[in-house]
């Protein structure tokens, strides 16, 4: 007897499908969207097989489309996500995420002496890469970097 090696998902009808993310960050994606105070069906895997990265997550919400400010946040954290949008069971735009050149407003300075957090000022950042690929962010104002591993979101 051949063993089924497949799981099959229900297919939403209208919303967006978030793929590629990184197995580790599932719940951060999760989190910094606010999807566990979300009142429409979330689902999510991780740890699932991926022939391209080893693992992946994956999250669908149903009937939510996500904003540019959203989408910066997810490729913050998960930069090699895909979004893929559905309207009625099919596929009307499907894109990786962008990470863009500069953001504002999104993320907080590590810096506890930078003028952001201590006045009311909107952060700034240019968008870096450091020699691993990892994601850094310099600060407008204060000038020091801001890591992935201790980015703080708004």
């Known amino acids: ?14 919303g967006t499908v978030i793929d590629h993310i990184p197995a580790d960050k599932v719940f951060d994606v999760i989190r910094i ?3 566990e105070k979300c009142n429409c069906p979330v689902y999510f895997g991780t740890n699932l097989e991926s022939k391209k990265y080893g693992a992946k997550g994956i999250i ?10 959203e989408i910066n946040k997810i490729s913050l954290v998960a930069p090699t996500a895909t979004l893929i949008e559905i309207k009625d069971f099919e596929v ?19 810096n506890p002496k930078c003028v952001t957090n201590a006045e009311r000022v909107m952060t700034k950042f240019t968008v870096k890469k450091d020699e691993f690929g990892k994601i850094k ?8 970097f801001t890591t992935e591993e201790n980015m703080e979101f708004l």
Do not use: D, W
């Open 1 to 14: 007897m051949e063993k089924r090696k497949e799981l099959i998902v229900s297919a939403i009808e209208n």
């Open 33 to 35: 969207l606010g999807l």
């Open 60 to 69: 669908k919400i149903t009937n939510k489309f996500f904003k540019s400010g």
């Open 92 to 110: 009307i735009n499907k894109h990786a995420v962008q990470t863009p050149e500069h953001i504002e407003g999104i993320v907080k300075c590590f």
């Open 137 to 144: 962010l310099r600060c407008h104002y204060c000038e020091k």
